[in-house]
């Protein structure tokens, strides 16, 4: 008996690259001062933006090519699994980390008077950086040294790797357990403990983002995506409970927005230790990304597994939009911050700007020209296709 599609996953990963989109846009005016463009003026709900969705976004996004890897393993070989991540992924991390990230570079230095000469004297300064910031102890050793070589497209990297090493894990566990605690009361909770327990065991030496706490998060994150895509009844689960998920989601975010506001936030993030205090802080980070991801994931099985000529065209322009975007943003919003506008206006602008110089980008050029195609992640034309997810149905569901 064949199960129903899963369009709702497909929207999902769509509307995720939107609020990544957003959260780019939305750090030139918050309040952390360590954004690559910055504007002077800063905006409280720009930074209410940026803490409610950077706890949720990317690990979403990471279970969601759990469920992929499960569809695509169905009707491939692990090796022809391995090999297509590569080059859906590894290609596009290595040719925008070498041509499209200095331009990301330039933009910065510009927006912080660092640097004040041409795009192409300035790439020896960027490679030069690039490398000062390697060598600094606490990123010289692992995958975090991405963010440095590859800005925002360290999440390709990621995902690559944490696909090939998950692949073992994911082909041998059993998913019986995993099923009957799902449809249990209280299993999906039970779920969410080693989310808990690696903040709260790892969050206090590794606290840097996407440092090991995280990493191990994503991790276990992306196996789970491929054990509730076995068994139609996990998702089912996900599903039903949706509400009660979007009420937890809510009263942890008003927990960690009262920890900001009442001060404690910020001296928790700037001095990690294993104080009760700091370890409250872990276990409502890990409960508030739990509750997220379950209510984002239900309420879009509930609301969103339908198919339209949106998503079809949206299904492939995803990749290429998470590559450029993030260069355009900057483009615009250097340019942007300069003028005399408020910052809803400027941030008005940069969506407008940033957006349409992207999907133009695409529909003009990646979209039409074979090369760019590979470069950008894209299936060559002639097999390129936009196919909706089927439980049954091998089909492309993590950003690829």
Not at 5 to 28: G, N, S
Not at 122 to 144: D, K, N
Not at 381 to 386: F, N
């Amino acid at each position: 008996m064949s199960r129903p599609r899963l369009y709702a996953v497909d929207w999902l990963r769509v509307l995720m690259m939107l609020a990544v989109f957003f959260a780019h846009v939305a750090h030139i005016f918050d309040f952390d001062p360590a954004g690559a463009v910055k504007n002077e003026q800063t905006s409280l709900g720009a930074t209410f933006y940026m803490l409610f969705c950077i706890q949720w976004v990317l690990p979403l996004l990471f279970l969601l090519a759990g469920v992929s890897s499960w569809f695509s393993l169905r009707s491939r070989s692990d090796g022809h699994y391995v090999r297509e991540r590569v080059a859906r992924l590894g290609i596009p991390l290595i040719f925008g980390s070498v041509v499209l990230i200095p331009w990301n570079g330039y933009m910065s230095a510009l927006n912080h008077g660092s640097y004040d000469g041409s795009f192409w004297s300035f790439l020896p300064v960027h490679v030069e950086r690039t490398w000062a910031a390697l060598t600094m102890p606490e990123v010289y050793h692992g995958l975090i040294a991405l963010y440095y070589t590859s800005w925002h497209l360290w999440f390709l990297g990621y995902l690559l790797i944490l696909s090939i090493v998950a692949l073992p894990v994911c082909r041998r566990v059993p998913t019986a357990w995993f099923v009957r605690l799902c449809n249990r009361p209280a299993g999906l909770l039970a779920l969410g403990m080693p989310l808990v327990l690696i903040r709260v065991v790892l969050g206090p030496a590794f606290p840097a983002y996407m440092d090991w706490a995280d990493t191990m998060v994503w991790f276990v994150l992306l196996v789970y995506g491929w054990l509730f895509a076995a068994d139609a009844r996990c998702l089912r689960a996900v599903e039903r409970q949706a509400p009660v998920w979007t009420a937890v989601g809510c009263l942890t975010f008003a927990g960690y927005v009262t920890t900001y506001v009442l001060g404690y936030l910020e001296p928790w993030a700037a001095r990690s230790s294993y104080t009760a205090d700091y370890l409250f802080y872990q276990l409502l980070l890990a409960l508030n990304t739990w509750a997220w991801i379950l209510a984002i994931l239900g309420n879009g099985l509930r609301y969103l597994n339908f198919e339209n000529a949106a998503l079809r065209y949206a299904g492939e322009v995803v990749l290429p939009f998470y590559i450029l975007h993030q260069i355009l943003v900057y483009t615009v919003g250097e340019t942007v911050v300069g003028w005399p506008l408020g910052v809803y206006g400027k941030a008005l602008i940069i969506v407008v700007g940033a957006f349409a110089a992207t999907m133009a980008c695409y529909e003009l050029a990646i979209r039409r020209i074979g090369v760019l195609r590979v470069l950008f992640g894209l299936r060559g034309r002639s097999k390129s296709r936009t196919a909706p997810v089927a439980v049954g149905d091998p089909a492309p569901m993590s950003i690829q």
